[in-house]
């Protein structure tokens, strides 16, 4: 796949975000930046989706990259155990990290190009995988990035529809020293950001149609279900 003209990072003033806003722009792409902090995009909020989607005014995304996440919700890390399970808490967390992707490829798909290869990347997780469980815990988070991955396979069949060049894919970035991740490293092998960005672009990069609907980890490799 080639490299993008324009490409748009949502949660762009995240660790992963930033970097790969970055990596993109070395490597010559247009970008475009949303995030809640800086831009006041909130994917919880499809008002404030479609104000965004509105500013783009026609232009054609060669890739859109969902850099968002959310692992403590209110303070609270995720659940060792189901007597840690909160509602809200849960409710929240599938918000930001499923619905909030699905609402954003609602607004975002029709702005793919139809004549050339393109791409819609989310961050998913390893711990996504229910066959990879075999630890349990963290059931907010992982019943969250499952269903993402759901989002993602409808979406890479319904995109393909209309844009037949189109990939849409999850992305497991492995463990990245960033400020939502560092308090759970617990000794794990960290990657730097930059490093990460680098890593993921080249996955895009190297899909093809063919590939659509799948999760791959940073090394290319693909993720079951």
């Known amino acids: ?7 748009l990072v949502v949660g762009a003033s995240g660790g992963i975000g930033a970097a790969l806003c970055a990596e993109l722009e070395s490597r010559g792409a247009q970008v475009i930046r949303w995030s809640r902090s800086v831009d006041g ?3 919880t909020d499809e008002s404030s989706i479609e104000a965004a989607t509105a500013r783009l005014d026609g232009v054609q995304l060669d890739w859109i990259i969902v850099a968002t996440g959310q692992l403590a919700v209110h303070g609270n890390p995720p659940e060792r155990r189901f007597r840690d399970l909160s509602a809200d808490n849960m409710a929240t967390c599938f ?3 499923a619905v909030g992707p699905a609402l ?21 997780a390893r711990l996504s995988s229910m066959e990879d469980n075999r630890l349990g815990g963290w059931m907010s988070y992982r019943v969250a990035k499952t269903a993402l991955n759901q989002v993602l396979r ?13 990939v849409v894919v999850g992305l497991h970035p492995g463990t990245v020293d960033t400020d ?7 000794g794990r092998t960290t990657a730097a950001p930059a490093d990460c960005a680098r890593q993921l672009v080249d996955v895009i990069d190297g899909l093809t149609p063919s590939d659509s609907g799948a999760i791959y980890d940073y090394a290319g ?4 279900f």
Do not use: G, W, Y
């Open 1 to 7: 796949m080639p490299l993008p003209r324009t490409a």
């Open 41 to 43: 995009v909130d994917i």
């Open 95 to 97: 918000a930001v990290n």
């Open 104 to 124: 954003l490829i609602k607004h975002l798909a029709p702005h793919l190009p139809r004549d050339r290869p393109s791409a819609i990347a989310a961050l998913s």
């Open 154 to 166: 409808c979406a890479s069949i319904e995109v393909r529809r209309r844009h037949k060049q189109a």
């Open 180 to 186: 939502m991740t560092r308090a759970f490293h617990r």
């Open 221 to 224: 490799l693909r993720i079951p």
